[in-house]
């Protein structure tokens, strides 16, 4: 499908192969314009039974059910799933925290943690190659202080090399403007998609609150790839340190032995306040070390999807 | 507080040595680009006030410690309360001791004196601080160099008979620190603080205090102040003796009084009498502050030697000091006066009260000398003279010189006419005739010669009328004064026995003679004072006066009979006992002050050191601590609590929530 002209640093073959035996499905119908290999909110006439519905003048008498009339002496229409494509939007957060990215003692290590924006980007281009492999339209939208990139979902194999081009040209920089950018993508949007946002969610989960819940009456379908990098969590230094804010806001001096437990005290009362809002919202939310492997986090996204589909 | 290596004090900047570090290890920070920056913020605003209090508690208890070890380096002294007083180590320090009986009283539940307590408590102080020199103000006022540690036990330190004389001891270290000492000086009291040992009356202080005030060395006091008044402690002490004769039989007639704290109920003490190595006792039962027993009858038995000595004891107590009291008698020496009179009446008025003794077992007898003939009269056996004319002068004054300094007393009564010349630094004047006749209007009746009766009557001295009296010119203590403030009676002010009478006891002069009782009891108190010296047993106090009369000279060595076997002092008159030499005895006991004083206020006494660097302590027989101690070992814990505290404190804290378990609990 690709040129090998354009390699892709973000694109491992191995993983993409490994993964391909793994459907990308969405949560919910979506309304595509050709047939494919999601559920549809519209009857079909795909081989998938339904349900029953009376008749109505207008409808197609071929699809009457004749054995039920003779059982019933009652009209009734029956009906089928109708499969379609998927549109998925990947929004990246670019914004300068996620240039963030700790190195251990002893970087030759198995699992060396990425900087979060390229394991963000892994995780984009990856799944947008599955989509595009199944035939769905892929877009992206990259946010940082605002939106800097728009790409609308595209099943064209050219539209996807441009979403990788713009994975492979997005820059952390500047303050996240995510919840903006879900906003106008939830305006703008107008068909159902699936929406994977891949992010550090540095930002107050209030205002996540409003655009999940802007994409959710949109009926799209929300993932979340919630970004941390270990030394985030641990917060494992020993010197007096000057953190220098990522996103341009000023610089901190701070004793990491003083401040490593209020420290572990503020990030488990933000966290604790995303579990509520992803409890409250329904999105299919991933927290993400980016010392993991995202192979094996995108097996497991994949796999808890298509299991989910499978008990539908 | 003062330290033993104050120059240690020095490095006591290094105190901020961890703020230095701190400082130091916050300028080598690391610079991180981070992205989680609202945690971090999240963080410091969730700083707590114990956080903030617990970073400067590291710090403070870090310089604690550094400050504990250099203090402790510079071994440190605790003087308890003293420690208020301050200053360092100092170059000299003197022991003003007093070693009265009063000091031998203990503690109820001790067997160790007060006297004891303070020395061991000296010693101990003394070694620890070790100053340059430590020097004793001896009994007889002079400072010698004693080591510390040898105060407890050393002879110059013994107790005594005498009182204290708190005031000239200072004096004597006065003149010492300005004369010899360089540098800070010490001046440690140990005392009960009995008024009579203090003279707190005595006009001396004020001028000591200046004294001291400009010395240009540092001087600071110290007083230990055992003011704990013994408890139910009894003092024995006789008052008179009186021998017997009826035909060959002898007795001894005995005053004994023996006095006990106010407030005491009705109790009995067995009171023990030694004489001559026989022993009797009896039961007196006490009432009150003073029991008196009169006229104790004391059988010497038959042939028994018109001479001896003895000793009253009573069972011990709180201070053993004062539970015996040593005693002579013998014969009364004969009653002998010279009477030198330019005028006949008043020689014979005075030879008439003079050769009337009184009582009728007593003889006396008046010469009346002519003034060509004083060389050959009976100075040795006489006890007064009196004389009325021209003071004498020449060879005449050498004679009654003698007289006087040999414990003789003298009387002066005024010439007719004015004449210039000057005895004993007095001289009379002229004669005034008051037109109306005066009456002396106030006279000392506390002491000396005309003082109250034992039995507590005044002398009718204002009584007495005065037409002529003769002016006395020149330094005297008036002992009775007229109503312009010119004495009628006067007394040398160096002590010795020299008086003067500023009227003539004829009709016209004054009525000395026709109401004779003053002029007879004038010169009979003269008589028995003039008969001490030459008496064969007398009783003297403890004291400068007992030195002076029991000091080795004029061929007669003193030899100690009896007395205490703790008196280890080698001045004879300062160590209770009996004392004899050429057939004569002298008892030797504690004044009768001792056994009437009692303890100064504190604040009397504070008030003699106002203005000076002056501390007291409390002091208690039988406690015997040192008032300076080294207390290095205190700092050095001190410094391990801090440094404990500060590894406390600095553990890192228990993490709420590991990063594992954050993650998981938000899962």
């Given at each position: 499908?690709?040129?090998?002209?354009?390699?892709?640093?973000?694109?491992?073959?191995?993983?993409?192969?490994?993964?391909?035996?793994?459907?990308?499905l969405?949560?919910?119908?979506m309304?595509?314009?050709?047939?494919?290999?999601?559920?549809?909110?519209?009857?079909g006439s795909?081989v998938?039974?339904?349900?029953?519905r009376?008749?109505?003048?207008?409808?197609?008498?071929?699809?009457?059910?004749?054995r039920?009339?003779?059982?019933?002496?009652r009209f009734?229409?029956?009906?089928?799933?109708a499969d379609?494509?998927?549109r998925?939007?990947?929004?990246?957060?670019?914004?300068?925290?996620?240039?963030?990215g700790s190195?251990?003692?002893?970087?030759?290590?198995?699992?060396q943690?990425?900087?979060?924006?390229?394991?963000?980007?892994?995780?984009?281009?990856?799944?947008?190659?599955?989509?595009?492999?199944?035939?769905?339209?892929?877009?992206?939208?990259?946010?940082?202080?605002?939106?800097?990139r728009?790409?609308?979902?595209?099943?064209?194999?050219?539209?996807?090399?441009?979403?990788?081009?713009?994975?492979?040209?997005?820059?952390?920089?500047?303050?996240?403007?995510?919840?903006?950018?879900?906003h106008?993508?939830?305006?703008?949007?107008?068909?159902?998609?699936?929406?994977?946002?891949?992010?550090?969610?540095?930002?107050?989960?209030?205002?996540?609150?409003?655009?999940?819940?802007?994409?959710?009456?949109?009926?799209?379908?929300?993932?979340?790839?919630?970004?941390?990098d270990?030394?985030?969590?641990?917060?494992?230094?020993?010197?007096?340190?000057?953190?220098?804010?990522?996103?341009?806001?000023?610089?901190?001096?701070?004793?990491?032995?003083?401040?490593?437990?209020?420290?572990?005290?503020?990030?488990?009362?933000?966290?604790?306040?995303?579990?509520?809002?992803v409890?409250?919202?329904?999105?299919?939310?991933q927290?993400?070390?980016?010392?993991?492997?995202?192979?094996?986090v995108?097996?497991?996204f994949?796999?808890?999807?298509?299991?989910?589909?499978?008990?539908? | 507080?003062?330290?033993?290596?104050?120059?240690?004090?020095?490095?006591?900047?290094?105190?901020?040595?961890?703020?230095?570090?701190?400082l130091?290890?916050?300028?080598?920070?690391?610079?991180?680009?981070?992205?989680?920056?609202?945690?971090?913020?999240?963080?410091?605003?969730?700083?707590?006030g114990?956080?903030?209090?617990?970073?400067?508690?590291?710090?403070?208890?870090?310089?604690?410690?550094?400050?504990?070890?250099?203090?402790?380096?510079?071994?440190?002294l605790?003087?308890?309360?003293?420690?208020?007083?301050?200053?360092?180590?100092?170059?000299?320090a003197?022991?003003?001791?007093?070693?009265?009986?009063?000091?031998?009283?203990?503690?109820?539940?001790?067997?160790?004196?007060?006297?004891?307590t303070?020395?061991?408590?000296?010693?101990?102080?003394?070694?620890?601080?070790?100053?340059?020199?430590?020097?004793?103000?001896?009994?007889?006022?002079?400072?010698?160099?004693?080591p510390?540690?040898?105060?407890?036990?050393?002879?110059?330190?013994?107790?005594?008979?005498?009182?204290?004389?708190?005031?000239?001891?200072?004096?004597?270290?006065?003149d010492?620190?300005?004369?010899?000492?360089?540098?800070?000086?010490?001046?440690?009291?140990?005392?009960?603080?009995?008024?009579?040992?203090?003279?707190?009356?005595?006009?001396?202080?004020?001028?000591?205090?200046?004294?001291?005030?400009?010395?240009?060395?540092?001087?600071?006091?110290?007083?230990?102040?055992?003011?704990e008044?013994?408890?139910?402690?009894?003092?024995?002490?006789?008052?008179?003796?009186?021998?017997?004769?009826?035909?060959?039989?002898?007795?001894?007639?005995?005053?004994?009084?023996?006095?006990?704290?106010e407030?005491?109920?009705?109790?009995?003490?067995?009171?023990?009498?030694?004489?001559?190595?026989?022993?009797?006792?009896?039961?007196?039962?006490?009432?009150?502050?003073?029991?008196?027993?009169?006229?104790?009858?004391?059988?010497?038995?038959?042939?028994?030697?018109p001479?001896?000595?003895?000793?009253?004891?009573?069972?011990?107590?709180?201070?053993?000091?004062?539970?015996?009291?040593?005693?002579?008698?013998?014969?009364?020496?004969?009653?002998?006066?010279?009477?030198?009179a330019?005028?006949?009446?008043?020689?014979?008025?005075?030879?008439?009260?003079?050769?009337?003794?009184?009582?009728?077992?007593?003889?006396?007898?008046?010469?009346?000398?002519?003034?060509?003939g004083?060389?050959?009269?009976?100075?040795?056996?006489?006890?007064?003279?009196?004389?009325?004319?021209?003071?004498?002068s020449?060879?005449?004054?050498?004679?009654?010189?003698?007289?006087?300094?040999?414990?003789g007393?003298?009387?002066?009564?005024?010439?007719?006419?004015?004449?210039?010349?000057?005895?004993?630094?007095?001289?009379?004047?002229?004669?005034?005739?008051?037109?109306?006749?005066?009456?002396?209007?106030q006279?000392?009746?506390?002491?000396?010669?005309?003082?109250?009766?034992l039995?507590?009557?005044a002398?009718?001295?204002?009584?007495?009328?005065?037409?002529?009296?003769?002016?006395?010119?020149?330094?005297?203590?008036p002992?009775?004064?007229?109503?312009?403030?010119?004495?009628?009676?006067?007394?040398?002010?160096d002590?010795?026995?020299i008086?003067?009478?500023?009227?003539?006891?004829?009709?016209?002069?004054?009525?000395?003679?026709?109401?004779?009782?003053?002029?007879?009891?004038?010169?009979?108190?003269?008589?028995?004072?003039?008969?001490?010296?030459?008496?064969?047993?007398?009783?003297?106090?403890?004291?400068?006066?007992?030195?002076?009369?029991?000091?080795?000279?004029?061929?007669?060595?003193?030899?100690?009979?009896?007395?205490?076997?703790?008196?280890?002092?080698?001045?004879?008159?300062l160590?209770?006992?009996?004392?004899?030499?050429?057939?004569?005895?002298?008892?030797?006991n504690?004044?009768?002050?001792?056994?009437?004083?009692?303890?100064?206020?504190?604040?009397?006494?504070?008030?003699?050191?106002?203005g000076?660097?002056?501390?007291?302590?409390e002091?208690?027989?039988?406690?015997?601590?040192?008032?300076?101690?080294?207390?290095?070992?205190?700092?050095?814990?001190?410094?391990?609590?801090?440094?404990v505290?500060?590894?406390?404190?600095?553990?890192?804290r228990?993490?709420?929530?590991?990063p594992?378990?954050?993650?998981?609990?938000?899962?």
């Amino acid at each position: 499908m690709f040129s090998d002209r354009q390699p892709r640093k973000f694109l491992e073959p191995a993983v993409l192969s490994r993964l391909a035996g793994v459907p990308l499905l969405a949560r919910r119908p979506m309304v595509g314009s050709v047939s494919g290999r999601h559920s549809s909110p519209h009857r079909g006439s795909s081989v998938e039974f339904a349900e029953y519905r009376k008749y109505v003048p207008g409808d197609d008498l071929r699809r009457l059910d004749w054995r039920a009339f003779g059982r019933s002496d009652r009209f009734y229409v029956k009906e089928y799933e109708a499969d379609t494509n998927l549109r998925l939007c990947l929004v990246l957060d670019t914004s300068g925290s996620m240039a963030y990215g700790s190195t251990k003692a002893g970087g030759a290590a198995v699992h060396q943690p990425l900087a979060k924006i390229d394991y963000a980007r892994r995780i984009c281009g990856t799944l947008g190659y599955l989509a595009g492999q199944q035939g769905d339209a892929v877009g992206i939208a990259c946010a940082a202080a605002g939106v800097v990139r728009t790409l609308p979902p595209r099943r064209s194999p050219a539209h996807l090399r441009l979403v990788f081009d713009v994975l492979e040209e997005a820059k952390p920089q500047g303050t996240t403007g995510l919840c903006q950018v879900l906003h106008e993508l939830a305006e703008t949007t107008r068909q159902r998609a699936l929406v994977v946002i891949v992010s550090d969610l540095f930002i107050d989960p209030d205002g996540l609150i409003g655009a999940f819940g802007h994409l959710k009456f949109r009926r799209h379908d929300v993932a979340v790839f919630h970004l941390f990098d270990p030394q985030e969590t641990a917060f494992a230094f020993q010197r007096p340190t000057r953190f220098l804010d990522l996103e341009g806001g000023g610089a901190i001096f701070a004793d990491p032995i003083e401040i490593a437990d209020r420290y572990q005290r503020a990030l488990a009362a933000y966290l604790e306040r995303l579990r509520q809002l992803v409890l409250e919202s329904g999105i299919d939310y991933q927290r993400v070390l980016t010392d993991e492997p995202y192979e094996q986090v995108l097996a497991r996204f994949l796999v808890g999807r298509a299991m989910a589909r499978g008990l539908r | 507080m003062t330290f033993l290596q104050p120059w240690m004090l020095a490095a006591l900047p290094l105190v901020g040595l961890p703020l230095i570090i701190h400082l130091i290890n916050q300028r080598r920070y690391q610079t991180v680009p981070w992205g989680g920056m609202m945690f971090l913020r999240a963080a410091r605003a969730l700083s707590s006030g114990y956080s903030r209090l617990r970073h400067w508690l590291i710090m403070l208890l870090r310089m604690l410690a550094v400050a504990a070890v250099i203090l402790a380096i510079g071994r440190p002294l605790s003087r308890g309360w003293l420690a208020l007083a301050g200053g360092a180590r100092p170059d000299t320090a003197v022991v003003v001791l007093d070693r009265s009986p009063s000091m031998q009283a203990r503690a109820a539940a001790t067997p160790e004196t007060k006297l004891a307590t303070g020395c061991g408590q000296l010693a101990a102080s003394l070694a620890t601080l070790a100053p340059q020199r430590c020097l004793l103000v001896a009994a007889d006022d002079t400072l010698v160099e004693i080591p510390p540690a040898t105060l407890a036990d050393a002879a110059a330190t013994a107790p005594l008979a005498a009182s204290a004389d708190i005031p000239a001891m200072l004096r004597a270290a006065y003149d010492h620190i300005r004369e010899h000492a360089a540098g800070t000086a010490e001046i440690w009291i140990c005392s009960d603080c009995r008024s009579n040992d203090w003279s707190l009356e005595a006009g001396g202080w004020a001028g000591l205090r200046d004294a001291f005030a400009k010395v240009p060395q540092q001087v600071r006091f110290q007083l230990i102040a055992f003011d704990e008044p013994p408890a139910g402690n009894l003092a024995v002490r006789l008052t008179a003796t009186r021998l017997e004769t009826r035909g060959d039989e002898r007795e001894l007639l005995v005053n004994i009084v023996v006095t006990r704290p106010e407030g005491a109920g009705r109790a009995t003490v067995p009171i023990t009498f030694e004489i001559g190595g026989a022993t009797t006792s009896l039961d007196l039962e006490l009432a009150g502050h003073e029991t008196v027993l009169a006229n104790h009858s004391l059988p010497l038995g038959r042939g028994a030697e018109p001479r001896g000595w003895g000793r009253v004891s009573i069972p011990a107590d709180t201070c053993q000091a004062d539970n015996e009291f040593y005693f002579v008698y013998g014969e009364p020496p004969p009653r002998v006066s010279l009477v030198v009179a330019e005028e006949a009446a008043t020689g014979h008025v005075l030879e008439l009260a003079a050769s009337i003794p009184p009582s009728k077992e007593l003889s006396a007898r008046a010469d009346r000398p002519s003034r060509e003939g004083l060389a050959t009269a009976a100075w040795d056996e006489a006890a007064v003279l009196a004389w009325q004319g021209p003071l004498p002068s020449g060879r005449d004054a050498e004679l009654v010189e003698r007289f006087v300094s040999r414990g003789g007393q003298a009387i002066f009564f005024p010439p007719e006419a004015a004449d210039a010349t000057v005895f004993a630094g007095l001289a009379w004047g002229d004669w005034t005739t008051h037109p109306q006749p005066v009456h002396p209007e106030q006279w000392r009746s506390d002491e000396d010669l005309l003082a109250n009766t034992l039995s507590g009557g005044a002398l009718p001295v204002g009584e007495l009328e005065v037409r002529r009296s003769c002016r006395l010119t020149g330094e005297h203590v008036p002992l009775a004064a007229l109503p312009d403030g010119v004495p009628l009676v006067a007394r040398v002010p160096d002590g010795r026995g020299i008086f003067f009478c500023a009227t003539l006891p004829r009709p016209g002069d004054s009525t000395l003679a026709s109401e004779g009782i003053v002029l007879y009891a004038l010169l009979q108190r003269a008589l028995e004072r003039g008969l001490e010296p030459l008496a064969a047993a007398r009783q003297e106090a403890a004291g400068p006066t007992a030195v002076a009369l029991l000091a080795p000279g004029a061929g007669l060595r003193w030899e100690r009979l009896v007395g205490p076997p703790e008196a280890v002092s080698t001045v004879a008159g300062l160590q209770a006992g009996v004392y004899a030499a050429a057939g004569r005895l002298v008892a030797v006991n504690r004044s009768a002050v001792e056994d009437a004083a009692g303890s100064a206020p504190p604040e009397r006494i504070d008030a003699l050191f106002r203005g000076l660097a002056y501390m007291r302590v409390e002091g208690l027989a039988g406690r015997g601590d040192s008032l300076v101690q080294e207390i290095w070992r205190a700092f050095l814990i001190a410094m391990l609590l801090a440094l404990v505290g500060e590894g406390l404190l600095s553990l890192p804290r228990r993490r709420s929530s590991s990063p594992a378990t954050v993650l998981e609990a938000a899962a």
